[in-house]
T-cell receptor, first 115, second 113 residues
Framework: ETGVTQSPTHLIKTRGQQVTLRCSSQ?????VSWYQQALGQGPQFIFQ???????GRGNFPPRFSGLQFPNYSSELNVNALELDDSALYLC??????????????FGDGTRLSIL | QQQVKQSPQSLIVQKGGISIINCAYE??????FPWYQQFPGKGPALLIA?????SEKKEGRFTISFNKSAKQFSLHIMDSQPGDSATYFC????????????FGQGTRLTINP
């Protein structure tokens, strides 16, 4: 069973740039959620994708957007990067059956640094 | 209403001792309470989870105690080992709709040999 994989592992960008982070869900999972984890803090929910549509969003501005593909992999896009966007970005996948969610399993994240 | 408060922020326990981490939640609609373990440079790994229809769940050395009326739950690690040294996060969510996990602030646990 393949776990959740994220790429790249590290990324350095400057203010105002755009970034795309990628996630491959665990085999058999059909839902992907993205979280932002600032240093020393707990992860914060950004949004979730189910059946290729956004299925819930946290308190993040529209410059955070995403996609889910037919193979259940996902992308997180962030436009107009700000210094406060520096964080570990985590992807979690889970299986949904008849609207019942199974536990979420996390990847090791992408460390994004904004200069 | 969406907050989960976790304490303590850091904890030092001797090898073989019991580690106890506490969490409190506000939203009474939450019905799924997992605990995650995170090592440096790694993502959170699911440790154990509980639903509010039971007051306790045990898996190996890890036990969750749940108090629905007090809106509190805790993680007990029995016979703590140096390999348990990590950051622990409690979380809460609804099991229906978007499973948006609301995390506590984390507890850095150090087990001294």
């Amino acid at each position: 069973e393949t776990g959740v994989t994220q790429s790249p592992t590290h990324l350095i960008k400057t203010r105002g740039q755009q970034v795309t982070l990628r996630c491959s869900s665990q085999s058999g999972h059909n839902t992907v959620s993205w979280y932002q984890q600032a240093l020393g803090q707990g992860p914060q929910f950004i949004f979730q994708y189910y059946r290729e549509e956004e299925n819930g969003r946290g308190n993040f501005p529209p410059r955070f957007s995403g996609l889910q593909f037919p193979n259940y992999s996902s992308e997180l896009n962030v436009n107009a990067l700000e210094l406060d966007d520096s964080a570990l970005y985590l992807c979690a996948s889970s299986l949904v059956r008849e609207r019942q969610f199974q536990p979420q399993h996390f990847g090791d994240g992408t460390r994004l640094s904004i200069l | 209403q969406q907050q989960v408060k976790q304490s303590p922020q850091s904890l030092i326990v001797q090898k073989g001792g019991i580690s106890i981490i506490n969490c409190a939640y506000e939203n009474t609609a939450f019905d799924y309470f997992p605990w995650y373990q995170q090592f440096p440079g790694k993502g959170p790994a699911l440790l154990i989870a509980i639903r509010p229809d039971v007051s306790e769940k045990k898996e190996g050395r890890f036990t969750i105690s749940f108090n629905k009326s007090a809106k509190q739950f805790s993680l007990h690690i029995m016979d703590s080992q140096p390999g348990d040294s990590a950051t622990y996060f409690c979380a809460a969510s609804l099991s229906q709709g978007a499973q948006k996990l609301v995390f506590g602030q984390g507890t850095r646990l150090t087990i001294n040999p």
